[in-house]
């Protein structure tokens, strides 16, 4: 053991640049994969900690008139109730011109934002539930008012008239101090139409026993956690059955179940969560095998000596811990660093949703995670090259002076290398054999490895480059997800004829085409799948196909290629499919036989009820078959429909180029408030951005491949450092060999460029189109479990661009050890060998 410390201290302080370049490399490397491993796990659970720590309901209960005469207090002594709050509800809008609703709530009992669904403060500090004349805003409140802690809330509060039609000319002045600027754990991510979500702002609980507060409410609810174990179907019975005893409730209630928001939000942070957890898995196994190669290069450079150390009377088994000793200085130095590193990158994360839902922000410390990770940093490359240290120990049986293995000397020389030298250019042949031959003995330098490393790192680069590249291009070209049309008119409330659609059209003579449209809902094989109508009165190409057509006729039907797979159909099969059987109306159901003729891109449509559309999930039928739905014979613009006339819930316009969206927008809306459409009954959105939920979570991601790739990047610089530098720390020999046969400075230098040239030349020769090939690959599995377009976007000018980039940054690289051979004196090297 003593003369395994002591060979280990002439190590360190002879090779300790080398050993703590790989130490680096390793925890570089290492860090970033425990940083997006710890935050794939705080980003997927952040949500659910956040509705944990926030004493989060799980149902609203809305009676039918009120619940502030006696039935709320009769409600919270149910068994079923862990924790309950209750709140009255309030119209308001930013001002008398901007009709802009605002969501008001305040609690009587002082517990909501406060106890229960207890509010995330992001600025600022929580309310007195007491004091009269405070309120809590949401940050989209806050930036559009330009709200701060300590500021004023102005808002007017809106009563609403018996019809239940808000009387915008009573508004009333309503002015708060805001406190804090907080989160809502149901408001964490947008889930409302296109339009936007409402802005939220809680106040104090006095201002509910105000006289301005009594002519503003339009309802009240009560927010309920139950007790572990409790369905919500046995509460809702036992809520109902206790609103039968208390008149002024209505007699019923109305059970929100919030368990879909949370569904909702989970499913827009995991992309998140799986993209960080992707990302740390492809890191780790390409670091391995590239940090494995450079490791694997180093014990093959450091069992050159073990013929000299066998000579001086040290046995295998010392050689092997010898060799497993100097790799674990490294592996355990790269741990120490890695878990470093990512303790201080841990503020960074999460990302996405999930950082707005994180209870407990900045540093930390996952000590399961960290710990197995430096485990497996630390031991891991010790157990992959532990075979190759025993084969080199039991190899290691030259003694002084006697010729190497058959092995060695039967080393094929470089073909290009004697091309070159033949056609005149003796510096780049010896260039090129010192990159491509091995050599033998104590020069010689693991090649295989080094190339299989490099083109490794290039390769992963390539991939991650093409998978980005293919993702941006989905989030940020509307006619890959489906929108076709520059602006939607939308009904809120009823429909339109086809009449209408031809006279709208007219008022607006930039106007190019347009299609008409109604919403829906359908039932599948036992599935429900939202739906809409779609005539494209004039023009074409407003449904993205993967394959087929769009539907025409009343039996025909497009569908999104998620819902094809669900249901397992396929194109051209007839299926059975009921339409609307599930609608407000409680009309019942319309059973047809639609044969599937496309299978379609869908952006998000959704109105009232109705589930939305979204990418591969949806169906598309001729505008009449849903028309029927919308027939209601006291409206005279839609009583057609019954007998087989078409109405429409929206318009999709498209515009000549050069159009004016905003001022046709204006024009639009002028012509319907004209023909009688009340104000916000028709919507006109002069860039309507109908992405669906999934492009909107990967667009909070599409940076993910970008970040992979430059990590890629710092790593294959890394592995053509330390390939260089050790090459020609280890060809010292052999360049001072070349010196004294009268090799110039210059062409030292130029030999080394070669070298660095060649190597690089070759990596990206391979690792170029292999790269190329896996980043379509993984691209075709995520479109078409994503359900869109397969074809993948190559950007050829960057792939193109990293010939020269590569080339150039290993000539820098090889610059410094390259001048330094050049310096180097023959007579003091080879007196050394």
Not at 248 to 261: H, K, M, R
Not at 323 to 347: D, K
Not at 412 to 438: C, D, H, I, K, Q
Not at 593 to 611: E, K, Q, Y
Request: hydrophobic letters at 50%; charged letters at 15%.
């Amino acid at each position: 053991m003593e003369t395994i410390w002591l060979v280990l201290r002439a190590d360190l302080r002879r090779r300790w640049p080398a050993l703590l370049s790989l130490a680096l490399l390793l925890g570089l490397i290492g860090g970033v994969v425990l940083t997006a491993a710890s935050g794939a796990r705080r980003t997927y659970t952040a949500y659910p900690r956040l509705l944990s720590w926030a004493n989060a309901t799980q149902a609203d209960i809305i009676p039918e008139g009120t619940g502030f005469t006696g039935y709320y207090r009769a409600l919270g002594r149910l068994p079923h109730i862990a924790a309950m709050t209750t709140a009255g509800l309030y119209g308001a809008v930013l001002s008398r011109s901007d009709q802009r609703n605002v969501s008001v709530m305040s609690s009587p009992d002082g517990a909501l934002g406060v106890t229960v669904d207890r509010v995330k403060v992001v600025a600022g500090t929580l309310y007195d539930a007491k004091a009269p004349g405070q309120a809590m805003v949401d940050e989209q409140l806050a930036s559009e008012e330009h709200l701060t802690p300590g500021g004023t809330l102005r808002l007017y509060g809106v009563p609403t008239a018996p019809s239940g039609a808000p009387e915008y000319n009573k508004a009333v002045s309503l002015t708060f101090r805001v406190t804090a600027i907080v989160a809502f754990d149901d408001e964490i991510v947008p889930t409302g139409s296109a339009n936007g979500n409402e802005p939220t702002a809680l106040v104090s609980s006095p201002f509910a026993a105000t006289t301005a507060a009594r002519g503003l409410g339009y309802g009240d609810e009560a927010a309920v956690r139950l007790q572990p174990g409790v369905s919500l179907t046995a509460f809702t019975k036992a809520a109902r059955t206790l609103a039968k005893r208390y008149p002024p409730a209505g007699g019923d209630v109305i059970t929100v179940n919030l368990s879909d928001q949370v569904t909702a939000t989970e499913r827009a942070i995991r992309p998140e969560a799986i993209a960080l957890a992707v990302f740390a898995g492809l890191a780790a196994l390409i670091a391995l095998a590239v940090i494995g190669q450079l490791l694997a290069r180093q014990l093959a450079l450091d069992a050159a000596e073990f013929p000299i150390l066998r000579v001086l009377g040290v046995n295998r088994a010392a050689l092997i811990i010898l060799s497993l000793a100097r790799l674990a200085i490294v592996t355990v130095t790269g741990a120490l660093v890695a878990v470093a590193i990512a303790v201080a990158a841990s503020p960074l994360m999460p990302i996405g949703p999930a950082r707005l839902a994180e209870p407990h922000s900045g540093i930390e410390v996952n000590l399961a995670i960290l710990g197995a990770g430096a485990a497996v940093i630390a031991l891991l490359p010790l157990a992959v090259l532990a075979p190759p240290a025993w084969r080199a120990a039991r190899q290691a049986q030259t003694p002084l002076g006697v010729a190497e293995p058959a092995a060695a000397r039967q080393a094929r020389p470089s073909r290009v290398a004697a091309a070159l030298t033949y056609t005149g250019s003796v510096t780049g042949g010896a260039g090129v054999a010192m990159a491509f031959e091995p050599g033998h003995g104590r020069t010689a330098v693991p090649v295989r490895s080094a190339l299989i490393g490099s083109m490794t790192a290039i390769a992963a680069l390539a991939a991650a480059a093409v998978f980005g590249a293919s993702l941006v291009g989905l989030v940020s070209t509307p006619h890959d997800y489906g929108q076709n049309w520059q602006q939607e008119v939308d009904f809120n409330f009823g429909a339109a004829s086809g009449a209408q659609a031809a006279e709208l059209a007219k008022t607006i003579t930039a106007v190019s085409g347009y299609a008409g449209g109604n919403y829906g809902q359908l039932t599948i094989d036992g599935r429900i799948v939202p739906a809409i109508g779609l005539d494209q009165v004039r023009g074409s190409g407003y449904l993205t196909l993967l394959a087929g057509r769009a539907p025409a006729a009343q039996d025909e039907i497009a569908l999104g290629k998620q819902t094809l797979q669900a249901i397992g159909a396929r194109l051209g099969q007839t299926i059975p499919v009921t339409v609307n059987q599930v609608v407000a109306s409680g009309r019942q159901g319309i059973p047809l036989r639609m044969r599937v003729v496309g299978i379609a891109v869908l952006p998000a449509f959704s109105r009232g009820s109705f589930s939305p559309t979204g990418l591969g999930t949806g169906a598309v039928l001729p505008a009449t078959v849903l028309s029927k739905t919308e027939a209601n014979p006291g409206d005279p613009a839609t009583a057609s429909c019954a007998s087989g006339g078409t109405c429409y819930n929206f318009f999709l316009l498209r515009y000549r180029p050069g159009a004016d969206l905003a001022a046709s927008a204006a024009t639009i809306t002028r012509h319907l408030r004209a023909s009688g459409c009340p104000v916000g009954s028709c919507i006109v959105s002069p860039v309507a951005d109908q992405r669906p939920g999934d492009i909107k979570n990967y667009a909070s991601i599409r940076d993910t491949p970008l970040a992979l790739a430059v990590v890629l990047a710092v790593l294959a610089v890394g592995t053509l450092a330390h390939v260089l530098l050790t090459g020609v720390r280890r060809r010292r020999r052999d360049l001072a060999l070349l010196k004294t046969l009268g090799f110039t400075r210059r062409q030292v230098l130029g030999a080394v460029a070669w070298e660095a040239s060649a190597f690089a030349a070759v990596a990206l020769l391979a690792g170029l189109p292999l790269g190329v090939v896996a980043g379509r690959w993984a691209w075709a599995l995520f479109a078409n479990a994503a359900g869109v377009s397969a074809t993948a976007t190559i950007p050829l000018p960057t792939v193109l661009l990293a010939v020269p980039a590569t080339l150039l940054i290993a000539n820098l690289i090889a610059a410094a050890p390259g001048w330094e051979a050049a310096r180097l004196r023959p007579a003091a090297v080879l007196r050394a060998e």
